[in-house]
């Protein structure tokens, strides 16, 4: 089984929760991954530089959300060293 490393949450919170009027137990709330918000930040710099058609990454030939999701996957491990 392949299994992609995601970098886990991106913004994880713990919060109370209240349960019927009264305090209840801590809540955590995992949001998108890193890997997601990685591929935006990356999507939004291509697309803000005037991007269209197509990225070439180590000489393939990628459409911008795959591109993007390269990326975030290159930040990821570049992050583990």
């Known amino acids: 089984m392949n ?14 929760d209240f349960v019927d009027g009264k305090l ?5 709330s995992q949001g998108m991954t ?3 918000w990685y591929a935006g930040m ?6 803000a530089n005037g991007g269209h ?5 180590g000489g393939v030939s990628l ?3 795959e591109a993007a999701f390269v990326m975030a996957d290159c930040m990821i491990a570049q992050g583990k060293k």
């Open 3 to 16: 299994t992609r490393d995601d970098g886990g949450p991106a913004f994880p919170f713990t919060r109370t």
């Open 24 to 28: 209840g137990h801590d809540v955590l």
């Open 53 to 57: 058609g197509n990225v070439t990454i």
């Open 63 to 65: 459409a911008y959300d």
């Open 34 to 36: 890193l890997r997601q």
């Open 42 to 47: 990356a999507l939004q710099g291509m697309l």
